[in-house]
């Protein structure tokens, strides 16, 4: 790691931990912890998610966007099994007990609001299960069927992502130059604040 990278993780890592408040944190990982992790599914996990895990809190025991809060490395919300989507489109039906494979690449670059452009099965439905099932991790969830993940692999890798019903986007159009590890230090400071446009308030509202 350059001089520079490991300026870069100071200042997330002083961010994150500003983040979340010491009594909702659930006991970190651990370096052991998370290097068995990764060496199960193939890959490195991306920074600073990955010091995050292993150094602050393996997620939270509670949010406010959220009641489960973020989710430990490698949980998938108790929605993600019973989820049904109304855009779903695929012949195939989504299946939340499929297991999921992180290593393999997430298939986008770019948002994609599949109710509108899905019009070939043979093309799209591979796109659209790889969306849910290949990778990220899950991050957490509000809405019941709305999803956060963090991708780990492809192009996108670093950046916090929403799934949504009939579309998928980045948390933030930061652009190709921006770090993508800015993307995640900036979700989990809105998430935890429910300052984001899923913010219970903002529910309230409506």
């Not at 979340?20 to 970190?28: A, K, N, S, T, V």
């Not at 966007?65 to 490698?74: A, F, N, T, V, Y």
């Amino acid at each position: 790691m350059t001089d520079l990278a490991k300026q870069r993780l100071r200042i997330a890592m002083s961010a994150l931990s500003g983040a979340i408040p010491h009594d909702l944190r659930r006991p970190p990982l651990g370096w052991t912890g998370v290097r068995a992790w990764e060496a199960e599914h193939v890959l490195e996990l991306p920074q600073p998610y990955r010091t995050f895990v292993a150094e602050i809190s393996n997620g939270t025991r509670e949010g406010p966007s959220s009641p489960h809060g973020l989710l430990p490395l490698g949980h998938l919300p108790e929605s993600w099994q019973r989820w049904e989507a109304e855009c779903w489109l695929s012949p195939e039906p989504f299946d939340g007990t499929a297991l999921r494979k992180p290593a393999v690449p997430f298939p986008l670059k770019e948002e994609w609001q599949w109710e509108y452009d899905y019009y070939d099965h043979d093309q799209h439905s591979p796109i659209l299960h790889g969306i849910y099932q290949h990778g990220s991790i899950h991050l957490g969830s509000n809405r019941g069927r709305e999803f956060w993940i963090l991708i780990v692999t492809g192009p996108q890798r670093g950046r916090v992502w929403w799934l949504g019903d009939g579309c998928a986007a980045p948390y933030a159009d930061a652009g190709e130059e921006a770090e993508p590890e800015v993307d995640f230090v900036s979700w989990l400071q809105d998430w935890q604040a429910d300052r984001g446009w899923w913010s219970q308030d903002l529910e309230d509202l409506d």
